[in-house]
Each structure stands twice: as C-alpha cells, then as structure tokens.
C-alpha cells in the first residue's frame, strides 16, 4: 500500500496502484513531468487537502481577513504575447490558445492560513511550496461514467445583464465550443457513448469583494467496468486539460512553451483522489505559489480572433482573489 509521500511518480505508478484498487491522492503538473502520490488520509505534515468528498483536516469557521497586494502588472509585455498569438490565429496554427501569466503579489497572511479561510470545490497545500483553490473539476468516474465540467467565460456579476451578456458574446460562444468539441473528440477515445449533459450552465464564485460568474458545460462518457486498470493511461491520455490548453492542444503547449517566459508548474495541472472504486479531480485554477519571500498569483484565460487585449488583461487580474463564502 502507498504509506508514505511518493515524489517523481509515473503514470505507470498510478495504474499500479488503481489495478491494486489501492486509494490515494495524486498531483501532476502542467508539462505532466512531476507526479505526487500520497496515501488517504495524507499526513497533515505533507499536504492539507479537501476534495468534494473527502479531507485529511478538520476546518473551522475562519474570519481573517485576507488581502492580495499585486505589486505590479505588466501589461505591454502581455500585449506582446497577445499579439504574438493573433498572428499564430491568422496563420491557422491555432484557433484558440490559453494565455496565462504569474503575478507578483503580497498576501498578508500564509499560505496555510490563506487555505483554512478560503472555500472551494477543490483545495490543496502543499507546504512552502503552493496553495490551490479551485472551482473547476477536470474529470470525475462514478458508475463506470466519466465526467467532466470545462469552465470558460468569466465575467463581473455586478456588470449590467452580465450572465446574458457572457452566454450572448460571440467570442465567449466561440471559445467554449471548441473546447467542448475538443474534449468530446478526446473522449471518443476512451468510449463509443459520448454525451453534452448540460451545455453552458452558470455557476457563481464569491470573493470578498465581487460575485464572478463563470460559464461551465458538462460532458459524460461510459467506460469498460475494467476502467480502474489503467487510470495512468486514461489521465495521460487527456492530460493536459482541454480548458488551460487550446486548440489543436499539441500547437497551443507548443506555442505556451515558446511565449509565455515563465514555468507554469503545477499550475494548471490537476489535483485528484482515486478511492478505489471512483475517482475526482479538479484542474489547479487560482492557484498562489511560494518561491522563498516571494509570492505568484498565476492566472490566465482563453484568446481567441475575436480577442481584445485589454479585456483579456482584466480578466486575468479579476481572477487574481481567495474564494471565501
């Protein structure tokens, strides 16, 4: 059994360890280079999580107040990135890429202290190195189905008719269909039965200082009852996730290697808990690293033809907050 922290795993360690129907917690970055196992329940010592279901920490009413200085945001760098990217669009390399950036800023409190104040359908800290709270799941197997929500389109709620006018905005529409039409072509892989459950739903993320709206769809797949013999496979398959990448996904990693200037780790990777006999995970969105004294917000959203920079640029620093309701 897993009875200690595994660190530089392979997918082959987790298909090992789900043939056995062996439970643990799982961790894989971005480049899909770095793997982390830990054992159910984790020691509080290595890592503190919540998942939807499931905890290693008891949490208590917390009413500190948390604040996130940015100390400073470069704009015309993005710009550049920006419009290094449209001319990729126009050129036909790709239709839609995920520009993400890491954010220097200055909470007044610790990670650890950030986690046990913040609320989110995934969280997870991993001790002076990372906090994540995330609102996005990448793929849940319950009953031999598989399950995704891929979340793009965010927008103010206090913006006038903001929930018509994200579900009515031609780019916003655009974006999140090519990657639901991504993950269904991946998903066509794994099964014959491939379904749009529930297309372009709103859900609704409070900070302490605004209500964001975000556009999420839901897709399901049925897998073989035998799907537990080869997790390591099937995660390696559709890893990285469709809604950090974009499309075609080999060109947009591509290009995020060449332009974005910074390593994204383990953000936007996935966190996840295999029981056994299901599975959860949830993609490493709002996401704050450590690197010493020194502290990133990292964050990004989706850049399509119909993109404009400077909106692009404030939504990437809206999604700069701690989720606490």
Known sequence: MVSKFFKNQSFR????????????IFLINFAKTDIRLFPIPANTNDILYKFPNSTNCTETENTQNISLTIKETDFESY????????????EGKITQINLTQA????????LKEIYFVSNALYKLYLPN?????????????????????????????????????ILNDTKEKEEHQKV????????SCLSDNVWIERDRYISKIKTKTKTLLQVSSEIRAKL?????????????????????????KNEAIKII????????????????????ESLDSGVMIRFIEQNGDNY??????????????EKEFIELKNKIYVPIY
């Open 224 to 248: 073989e009852p035998n799907w537990q013999d080869n997790l390591g496979d099937l995660l390696d398959s559709i890893l990285p996730a469709a809604s950090i990448c974009g499309v075609p």
């Open 257 to 276: 290697n060449e332009i974005e200037g910074y390593d994204r780790g383990f953000y936007s990777g996935v966190i996840g808990i295999f029981t056994g």
């Open 13 to 24: 360690s987790i298909n090992q360890l789900s043939q056995l129907r062996i439970p643990f």
């Open 180 to 187: 639901v039409e991504m993950v269904k072509s991946e998903f």
């Open 296 to 309: 990133f917000y990292k964050s990004g959203g989706g850049i399509t033809e119909l993109s404009d920079a």
């Open 103 to 110: 954010t220097p800023i200055t909470p007044n409190k610790t």
């Open 129 to 165: 190195h990372f906090i994540v709270f995330s609102p996005e799941t990448f793929i849940k197997i319950e009953d031999n189905t598989l399950i995704t929500h891929p979340m793009k389109g965010t927008i103010d709620a206090s913006i006038e008719n903001a929930e018509e006018n």
């Open 79 to 90: 710009k550049q990135k920006f419009s290094y990217i449209q001319e990729k669009i126009k």
